[in-house]
Each structure stands twice: as structure tokens, then as C-alpha cells.
């Protein structure tokens, strides 16, 4: 067999190899947006860390803990701390509604450690 016969041959595999792994890449990716990744278990642990600062990090950083209404709660994960944001509307030491953004990053859910709570 002569060199060309032999590298045309070369061509002809890794160009076939090359649009195999393309496909393969494409249906993933499909299958990827059609189906979504499994949520399952975040969500669970992203509603239980929004649950955990609403009860335990964010109260101590409020004047009034007992009036807090939280709104445009958000929770995010990446690898495994889980970022809670959103707003929270309590009353002031005098009484007055105070609307404040809060952020609180936790991570070891369920039995979750504090990372940071800031209240502003």
C-alpha cells in the first residue's frame, strides 16, 4: 500500500471519528435541554438552606425577628454552598417597616454551617 493510499485511509477514519464524536456530543446536548439536569436533590437542599437562614442566620441580624416577611427569595449552588438572596421587611427598634436585601451563603446541608448572612 503507498503512503497516500495510507493517509488518505488516516483521513478518511479521523474524519469519520470526528463527526461520531460530534453526534454523540450533539444528542447529549439535546438530551441535556429537553430534559433538564436532576434537580431533585438540590432543590430539596436549596429549600431546606433557604429555610435554615430564614430561621437561624438572618433573625439575629434583624432589630425585630418576629415581624421579618421574606420576598424575591433566590438560592443558588455551586459546589455544595448554597447562596440564598432576596429581600426581607421587618420593623426598626421604633416600630417602622424597613425594607433590607439580605444574602446569606451556607454550606453541610442539612445540618448547615454559615458561611456569611449579611443584611442591608
Known amino acids: 500500500m503507498s503512503e497516500s493510499t495510507e ?3 488516516l483521513k478518511a477514519i479521523a474524519r469519520s471519528l470526528g463527526m461520531a464524536v460530534a453526534g454523540f456530543c450533539l444528542v447529549v446536548f439535546i438530551r441535556e435541554v429537553s430534559e433538564g439536569p436532576d434537580l431533585s ?17 438572618i433573625p439575629p441580624l434583624l432589630a425585630n ?45 442539612p445540618g448547615w454551617i454559615p458561611l456569611m448572612t449579611t443584611v442591608h
Open 7 to 9: 493517509s488518505a485511509k
Open 41 to 57: 436533590e438540590n432543590a430539596d437542599l436549596g429549600a431546606d438552606a433557604i429555610r435554615a437562614c430564614q430561621e437561624k442566620f
Open 65 to 109: 425577628p418576629t415581624t421579618a416577611k421574606y420576598s424575591n427569595v433566590m438560592v443558588s449552588e455551586s459546589s455544595s454552598v448554597y447562596a440564598v438572596t432576596g429581600s426581607v421587611e421587618t420593623q426598626d427598634g421604633s416600630g417602622t417597616s424597613v425594607q433590607a436585601k439580605f444574602l446569606c451563603s451556607v454550606t453541610g446541608g
